[in-house]
């Protein structure tokens, strides 16, 4: 993710969350749904509410918002691929499939502040993309 979002990699330059997150099913229980891993650069993130667990209301994108970081662009890049090991918390095997999904979140000025990558399993989601275009 350093090279995505222009810091070094030799030393430590990111703050990173992880997200492992469930549904309930309709029987009641928990079935592991999505791995989400965040990473911000160090230089926007050092000091700040950020590196907390709990981020606030708004979350991440107000945060950097409050930073004068507002992300005005989005980018996702979307494959579909079988799980990892490092990926078992899904419960998934071999043959199943996961969308991995590489989120880009820019400023104005087309800086990269955000990258998220979401690890999904196909047959618990489907993807749905509506963009508004300007005249």
Do not use: C, W
């Amino acid at each position: 993710m350093a090279d995505v979002l222009g810091v070094s990699a030799e030393e430590i330059s990111l703050v990173m969350g992880a997200r492992y997150m469930s549904v309930k099913a309709p029987a009641g229980r928990n079935v592991p749904y999505q791995i989400a891993l965040t990473y911000v650069p160090l230089e926007i993130a050092e000091g700040t509410a950020i590196e907390e667990e709990d981020t606030g209301v708004g979350g991440l994108s107000s945060r950097l918002a409050d930073l004068d970081q507002a992300q005005a662009a989005l980018e996702d890049t979307i494959e579909v691929r079988p799980p990892e090991p490092e990926e078992e918390f899904l419960g998934l095997n071999e043959d199943q499939r996961v969308f991995d999904i590489l989120h880009i979140g820019e400023t104005r000025d087309g800086r990269p502040v955000k990258v998220t990558t979401f690890v999904i399993p196909t047959h618990l989601s489907k993807l749905r993309y509506r963009v508004q275009l300007k005249d």
